[in-house]
């Protein structure tokens, strides 16, 4: 079976930095698109980040975190990570692991983790 484990998730100063983890089991990363999306109170589930399959694993980032947060991967430990850093209170959220994969159009994998919350005060 498919497990998403994240890890990493705590109380920030403002201006701080933080590390995310995302550990996987019954996939393999490499081959999976990755990413990372967040939900804060009253708001609605949205991407942050995501880093893709294949050569050059590209990645995308949602436009209130580019230049500050970086999406990566480490296929030997089978882990995708998402690096925070010049945190704002607004990036308080819980912050979710996600892989998916389309083997067809109609035929499609979306797995998700637990969530681990991120809280960003002073």
């Known amino acids: 079976q498919v497990q998403l484990v994240e890890s990493g998730g705590g109380l920030v100063q403002p201006g701080g930095s933080r590390r995310l983890s995302c550990a996987a089991s019954?996939?393999?990363?490499?081959?999976?698109?990755m990413g990372w999306y967040r939900q804060a109170p009253g708001k609605q589930r949205e991407v942050v980040a995501s880093?893709?399959?294949?050569?050059?694993?590209?990645?995308t980032y949602a436009d209130s975190v580019k230049g500050r947060f970086t999406i990566s991967r480490d296929n030997a430990e089978n882990t995708v990570y998402l690096q925070m850093d010049s945190l704002k209170p607004e990036d308080t959220a819980e912050y979710y692991c996600?892989?998916?994969?389309?083997?067809?159009?109609?035929?499609?994998?979306?797995?998700w983790g637990q969530g681990t919350q991120v809280t960003v005060s002073s």
């Open positions: 996600n892989a998916k994969r389309a083997t067809t159009p109609w035929n499609t994998y979306d797995f």
């Open positions: 019954g996939i393999i990363v490499s081959v999976y698109t």
């Open positions: 880093i893709f399959s294949g050569s050059g694993d590209s990645t």
